[in-house]
């Protein structure tokens, strides 16, 4: 069992690292721009919201909501919790809870896959860059087909699938708007901003991006503790490396490849598993390790290339 928690932890902080991996960058680049005070609070008080508010709030806000039975206490400590009641309110709701989390996932995937631009770390990403104007149609018909077995099972669990998708716009939409004020930002257009208003942007746009890491941490595990100490150290590290290595990982140029790609494959596994196909603990964070991995080695190796 403890070494069970340490895999997932483990996982969870690789994870909420390389899938952060932008917002660094992001964050980095705006706080040259800032005083060395609001930097100081942005890199203090900032880190505080970021684990507690975001990524500690809201992983037990989606365990609640999927549990309304249960009390907030109940909520938080549910899988810790050897109540017969809980745990059978637990396993109930988690086909629920996963579904939504799972069409997100895919969602997320698919809109990088078809729309965003990237560096290519594997054959047939080009291709599907090309044919970006599918991907509407492609989510689309994918939703349908998750909708129409989900109603096959429970009609909520639908429900949840739509919810997933329309979590996806939303946040897109408010993560596109943070990251076009983020460049006006940069380019001038705002000189006058005060460095408080460019906080709330860093805070804008590191929320939107904690709503991914907390619904990809489901994929994990569905224990609000275990959660709230993987992406918090992971939200830890990507502090640091805003603060000192970010040049450095700038240069691993497939590494957001690998965010994404654990993306697809915690997606996938949150789905088979909310339709009812036993997915042991372990294989989230192993896949995560191999993925992530694999891409790194890989910008490493081209790195190696270059420099000869």
């Known amino acids: 069992m403890v070494l069970e928690f340490l895999l997932v932890i483990l996982g969870l902080v690789l994870f909420e690292t390389v899938s952060s991996v932008d917002n660094a960058v992001i964050n980095a680049e705006v ?5 060395e005070r609001a930097r100081r609070w942005f890199l203090i008080w900032g880190l505080l919201a970021a684990v507690f508010l975001l990524r ?3 992983p037990w806000l989606i365990v609640w909501a ?5 009390g907030p206490v ?3 400590l549910s899988t810790l919790s050897d109540d017969p009641h ?3 309110a637990v396993e109930a709701s988690a086909p629920v809870l996963l579904v939504g989390g799972g069409v997100f996932l895919m969602f997320l995937f698919l809109h990088w896959l078809f729309l965003e631009k990237k560096n290519f770390g594997l054959y047939g990403e080009k291709f599907f860059q090309k044919q970006g104007v599918w991907f509407y149609a492609v989510v689309s018909v994918f939703l349908a087909a998750v909708i129409w077995f989900s109603l096959q099972i ?3 669990m639908a429900f949840s699938a739509a919810i997933g998708s329309t979590v996806f716009f939303i946040t897109h939409g408010f993560k596109q708007n943070a990251e076009e004020k983020e460049r006006e930002l940069l380019e001038g257009k705002h000189s006058s901003a005060s460095d408080w208003s460019k906080i709330f942007y860093l805070e804008a746009i590191d929320a939107s991006f ?8 489901f994929a994990f595990t569905l224990s609000v503790p275990l959660i709230l100490i993987g992406n918090g150290i992971g939200a830890f590290v990507v502090r640091e490396m805003t603060i000192r290595n970010i040049e450095t990982v700038k240069k691993y140029v497939y590494l957001k490849n690998g965010a994404m790609y654990s993306i697809f494959f915690l997606g996938a596994i949150m789905l088979l598993d909310a339709f009812g196909y036993h997915i042991p603990a372990w294989l989230s964070p192993v896949i995560t390790f191999f993925t992530i991995g694999y891409f790194f080695l890989k910008s490493k190796t081209e790195l190696k290339a270059a420099a000869h």
């Open 31 to 35: 706080l040259s721009k800032m005083s």
């Open 56 to 58: 500690g709030v809201l």
């Open 66 to 70: 999927a549990n309304p039975s249960l």
């Open 74 to 76: 109940e909520a938080l």
């Open 86 to 88: 809980v745990v059978q």
């Open 154 to 156: 429970n009609p909520v």
């Open 210 to 217: 904690s709503i991914d890491g907390v619904v990809g941490a």
